[in-house]
C-alpha cells in the first residue's frame, strides 16, 4: 500500500492553522476591546449648556446630549463640550450606524439614506470622540446624524468641525451646540422620510472665563460652498429665530442677550484648513 505523506502532512497541519485562525481573529477582536482601557475622559462641566427642547424629547448619552424631534426624524440639537485633553488623532475602526437605544419614538434607520444621494452626516463629529471606543462608537447613532450632500459634508462643514477642534486647543473647553435647521417643506428620503435640512448650524460657547465670555454662530446653506468659514458667521439670535430654540438658557439673561445678540468673528482666530479634494 502507497502511503501518501503529503496528505498525512496536510491533516497534521489543518488544526494547527485552524488554530492559529481562531487566535488571529481572537487578536483583531481584542484590539478593539483594548482600546476601551484608554483613559475615559468625562470631565464636570462647569455650568448648564444644554438648549431648550421644542420636543421635549431630551436624550443624555454619557459623551453627548440630543433633542430628538421624531416629526423630521432628525436631532433638532446635539450639545457637547470639548477639551484639550479630548482630543487625539488616534485610528479607531469604524462600527455600523445603529438606531439610538435612548430615543424613545426610534431613531430613523440607516437604509433610508440608500439610494438617495445622500451621506450620513455627523452632528457631533467621531473625530471629537477618539479619546475612547464607548464615545466614538456612540457618535455612530443614526440620532447623532443628518442627510448631507457629500461635497458639504466633506467641504464646509469639516472645515468647520475641524476649526472647532483648532480652537479647543488654543483656547480650551468649549460648549458645541450643533443641528439642522428643521422647518415645513423639506425633501423627504426613505421609507421613515427622514428630512433633508436646507441649513446648518454650529454655535460655539467659550465660558471658562465667565467675564471674558465669548460665542459665534454660524449659519450654514447645505450645498457645495466655496467661501470663507466667516461669511457664515451669524448672530445666534437669528439661530433661535429659526428654530425656536433657546440656546444657553442658564447664562446670566443680561450676558446671554449681550452675547447672542453680538457677531464678532474677529474674536476668534480663523484657520483655513485642507477638506476633500475633487
Known amino acids: 500500500m502507497k502511503i501518501n505523506h503529503k496528505n498525512i502532512k496536510t491533516k497534521r497541519l489543518l488544526p494547527i492553522l485552524l488554530l492559529l485562525l481562531i ?26 449648556y444644554l438648549p431648550t427642547s421644542t420636543t421635549g424629547q431630551v436624550v443624555k448619552h454619557h459623551y453627548y446630549t440630543l433633542s430628538y424631534n421624531e416629526k423630521y426624524e432628525n436631532a433638532e440639537w446635539v450639545a457637547y463640550s470639548l477639551s484639550p485633553k479630548q482630543l487625539s488623532k488616534r485610528q479607531i475602526e469604524r462600527p455600523r450606524f445603529v438606531r439610538d437605544p435612548l430615543v424613545k419614538t426610534r431613531s430613523a434607520h440607516y437604509k433610508n439614506y440608500y439610494p438617495n444621494g445622500y451621506e450620513k452626516g455627523h452632528l457631533l463629529p467621531a473625530a471629537d470622540r477618539r479619546f475612547s471606543i464607548d464615545a466614538f462608537d456612540e457618535t455612530f447613532y443614526t440620532s447623532n446624524v443628518s ?11 469639516n472645515q468647520l468641525e475641524k476649526q472647532v477642534r483648532y480652537w479647543t486647543k488654543r483656547y480650551g473647553k ?15 428620503i426613505g421609507r421613515e422620510r427622514v428630512a433633508v435640512p436646507d441649513y446648518f448650524y454650529k454655535i460655539v460657547l467659550d465660558y471658562k472665563n465667565p467675564k471674558k465670555a465669548r460665542l459665534i454662530g454660524f449659519l450654514i446653506p447645505h450645498k457645495d460652498l466655496q467661501e470663507d468659514l466667516k461669511d457664515f458667521v451669524v448672530p445666534v439670535d437669528s439661530i433661535e429665530k429659526l428654530t425656536g430654540i433657546d ?5 446670566p439673561d443680561t450676558m446671554e442677550n449681550q452675547l447672542e445678540a453680538s457677531k464678532h468673528p474677529e474674536q476668534w482666530g480663523f484657520v483655513k484648513f485642507e477638506s476633500w479634494q475633487r
Open 247 to 251: 440656546f444657553f438658557p442658564a447664562l
Open 23 to 48: 487566535l488571529l481573529a481572537g487578536s483583531c477582536q481584542n484590539n478593539r476591546q483594548t482600546d476601551t482601557t484608554l483613559p475615559v475622559i468625562i470631565e464636570k462641566d462647569s455650568f448648564n
Open 147 to 157: 442627510p448631507m450632500d457629500h461635497y458639504f459634508n466633506s467641504g464646509i462643514w
Open 174 to 188: 468649549l460648549y458645541i451646540v450643533t443641528g439642522g435647521i428643521l422647518q415645513p417643506g423639506l425633501e423627504r
